[in-house]
């Protein structure tokens, strides 16, 4: 479907930001997730951040790796550059993108299967190094393309569309986030709009390493084991000549609540999420302190949503390295090439 335009008209009195753009001009291609999913809702989220905050798309540049969740890139800001890069490698590509030009916003988007497994690593050193970006998970607990497996960060005790329990402990990037030296972390949830988009609009304004965790249903994988209309049933009891799939459109899940408050999200496959928001005198310059608040909370089986943790004062990976601001592609060969005695120089001081 991304092939398919969408509507160039606008209504006359269409929003126009103070750069005289409409929020049509920070979307991208039509969606070819299913509907419903929450990852479109973290999408619509970005746009509207970056539509609020007066960017200019050309001025973005947004990365991911492989997944459902780096599928989304595509969906918003179309006028922005962009980069596909290879399963849990999008840290290190955007870290030497953002070395070579710091002029640029850098987005990095990323799943818990992206970035959690095969891309854990990656995802350490970009935390650490302190890279000037906004880092986004959109968090599902399952590999959606390729029919539901657990993902790293599924929770122990919890089942699969075909009833296997998983026994492994989940990671919790946001914990990981914390201990690597973020100076921002975040969680939310993808159905809750009034909350995602100031996260997205801090992330965005903060200089160093952003992290959001956004926990985002997915709504495919949610045949319950024993159900005689579920998928796999029929295809057990069907002689068939091929394998078809069919995904029936679903509701996005939403939600609206108070700070400090617990809501109840019960998800498309029936499972449960207990979302708690961070209470007004939550103090987020503590990072000790929200470290502990995420295990005792996790001791009770909900989840923390909210800014867990912000250094206003923290520096970024070009003032640890004392970059040069110019880009580097408009940087003459004398600086780029300063000659052997320059490289003497150098490797004196080294020794």
């Known amino acids: 479907m991304t092939y398919l335009a ?8 269409a929003p126009r930001n103070t750069l005289g753009y409409t929020r049509r001009d920070y979307e991208g291609a039509i969606s070819t997730l299913c509907a419903g999913c ?3 809702s973290i999408s619509a989220a970005v746009v509207q951040a970056c539509f609020d905050l007066d960017i200019e798309p050309h001025k973005v540049a947004k990365l991911s790796g492989i997944g459902c969740s780096s599928k989304t890139p595509d969906y918003f800001l179309g006028a922005s550059h962009g980069f596909n890069t290879t399963h849990g490698r999008m840290p290190s590509v955007l870290t030497g993108a953002a070395l070579a030009n ?4 850098y987005m990095g988007v990323s799943g818990d299967g992206d970035s959690a497994s095969i891309g854990i690593g990656q995802f350490a050193h970009a935390m650490r190094r302190g890279v000037n970006m906004t880092y986004i998970v959109e968090n599902n607990g399952v590999y959606g393309l390729t029919k539901g497996q657990f993902s790293a960060t599924a929770d122990k005790g919890s089942k699969s569309k075909r009833g296997v329990v998983n026994n492994d402990t989940p990671i919790d990037l946001v914990a990981l ?26 992330a965005l304004r903060h200089r ?22 579920s998928y ?55 990072r000790v302190g929200a470290m502990n608040h995420l295990q005792e909370r996790h001791a ?30 408009q940087l003459g060969d004398a600086y780029l ?14 020794r």
Do not use: M, W
Request: aromatic fraction near 4%; charge should be negative.
């Open 6 to 13: 969408k509507p160039k008209l606008l209504r006359a009195d």
């Open 38 to 40: 929450g990852h479109d």
């Open 102 to 105: 710091r002029d640029l916003i």
């Open 177 to 202: 986030a914390l201990q690597l030296g973020a100076s921002y972390v975040a969680r939310s949830f993808s159905g809750d709009k009034e909350q995602l988009i100031p996260l997205i609009k801090g």
């Open 208 to 229: 160093g390493p952003a992290f959001i965790d956004v926990v985002s249903p997915c709504v495919t994988f949610n045949n319950h084991a024993g159900s005689t209309k």
């Open 232 to 286: 796999d049933y029929v295809r057990e009891h069907n002689d068939a000549v091929n394998r078809l799939d069919v995904i029936l459109p679903r509701d996005q899940i939403n939600t609206s609540y108070a700070p400090g408050e617990l809501r109840r999200i019960v998800q498309h496959d029936g499972s449960i999420l207990h979302l708690r928001k961070l209470d007004t005198d939550y103090d987020p310059s503590d």
């Open 300 to 329: 009770l089986g909900e989840i923390v949503t909210g800014l867990l943790y912000v250094d206003s004062s923290a520096e970024e990976l070009h003032r640890h390295l004392n970059t040069v601001e110019k880009p580097l592609n």
């Open 337 to 350: 090439c300063p000659g052997s005695k320059a490289l003497e120089a150098l490797n004196a001081a080294l």
